[in-house]
Structures are given as structure tokens and as C-alpha cells.
């Protein structure tokens, strides 16, 4: 009975012994890990195996020398590769604000362009309805003194002449006269009626047509 209880205490001590060590402790949760289900392990374990290949004394002692040299080799591969992307970045970031620039200068200079062909556009259009006005003030100016002119044809026979001039050489300068009067009244006329030019209602200002000037010099 006495040997019982002895047993029993002792495994009770082993195993409080056992509870209290760290090491135990590890071994135990390792043993109780299921590393079937546990996909993280296993990768880590399958990358440990390509370098940890002989387990040694000497192996596992630097184990964790290797690890972290490893690991600090991934660091350094990672912030070159970072870098060369950041440096990447950066230049693309260049490009984009020359872009932006540009596209800026050429807004603005679109703009300036806008507002001066609209100046332009406003100038010509006074310009154009200045000489419309101008012109047809011209047209008529013209027309009053053609009026004039034709308001007593009995003046084209130019009596005052006969007493200078031959019955032949008188009729002949009436002639010529009548001649370049109708020439120019229907080169007037023809320039005013032409759809092309911007003159309203030609009619209003040349109200008589070059046949109609001709019947009556005639």
C-alpha cells in the first residue's frame, strides 16, 4: 500500500515537474499539433527542408542564423524591388505633370486664341457693316448725280456747242458720251445686283436698270 502511494506520488511530481519545464511545455504543444491541417506549417517546413538538410548539433545551432539571413536576404531582394518600382512611380509621376503642363499651356493658349478670334470676329463684323453703310452712301451719291444727269436730257444735245462745233463732230461727242455714261452705269449696276457682294436691296438704290438709262440717253 505504502509502495502505492509512493508510485503515485512520484508520477504526480513528474508530472508537475513536467508542466513547470519550458522545453516540456513546447514539445508537448508541438506534439499536439496537427500539422496535416495546419497549411502555414506546412510551408514553412517544406521551405525549411531545401536548406536545413542535415539534422545535426551543429545544423540546429544555426538554424536560426541561416533563418534570419535568409529572411533578411528577402528583405533586401523586396526593397529592390520596391525601389525600382517607387523610382518607376516617380518617373511616371514626372510624365503625367509634364502632361499636365502642357495640356495646361495649351488650354490657356486656346483660350487666348478664343478670345481673339472672337475680338476679330467682332472688329470684322463692324468693319463689314461700316462699309455696307459706306458703300451704299457711295451707290447713292451716284445715283443723285445720275439722276441729275438724266433729269433734262434736252442738255445732251449740248446746244452751247453748235456754235463751235460741226453738226457731225457734235453728234459724234454725243454719241461717245452716251457711250461711257451707259458703259458705266451698267458696270455699276452689274457690281451692285452681284449676289456675291453684301449690298440690300441694290434695287432700292439703282432704281433704274442699264436699258432702261439707255431708252432714255437715246
Known sequence: MAEVEGNGATASLSASTQ???PLSRKLNKILETRLDSDKEMLEALKALSTFFTENS??????LRGDIERRSLSINEDFVAVFKTIKEDLE??????QAMSNCC????SRLKASKEQTQDLIVKTTKLQAEKISSDNGILMKIQVQFDRYLAAPDNLQMPQLNFFLSATVKE???????????????ELYDAVTDPTNTYKEPTSILHRSPQQVQTLLS
Open 19 to 21: 508542466s513547470s519545464n
Open 57 to 62: 548539433l551543429r545544423s540546429r545551432r544555426n
Open 91 to 96: 518617373s511616371i509621376n514626372e510624365d503625367v
Open 104 to 107: 495646361q499651356d495649351m488650354t
Open 172 to 186: 459724234q461727242i454725243i454719241k461717245q458720251s452716251t457711250e461711257l455714261v451707259c458703259r458705266a452705269y451698267s
